[in-house]
């Protein structure tokens, strides 16, 4: 006779398996794979950290002329050329 215990992870993985989770057992699983996966998903947090960096110096620099009169004026060169 089952124990309740497992009677209880029987359950659930019928429930999750309803929910399209595929369940498997611990022993089952491809470690190597995840740890793959996981690599992959470090080297794209890199590059989306180093681009969201990116993006903050440009809008503070963007802020910074706006705010000193750099965007919008014409310059000297523009004015005499007209």
Excluded: Y
């Excluded at 309740?4 to 398996?17: S, T, V, Y």
């Amino acid at each position: 006779m089952p124990t309740p215990e497992e009677l209880a992870r029987e359950n659930i993985d019928a429930l999750l398996d309803r929910c399209g989770w595929a369940v498997q057992d611990k022993s089952a699983a491809n470690m190597a794979e995840v740890e793959r996966r996981l690599s992959v998903v470090e080297e794209i947090e890199a590059v989306v950290n180093a681009n969201l960096q990116r993006a903050t110096r440009l809008c503070h620099s963007i802020l910074l002329r706006a705010f000193t009169g750099g965007l919008g004026a014409k310059s000297k060169e523009t004015v005499a050329h007209e």
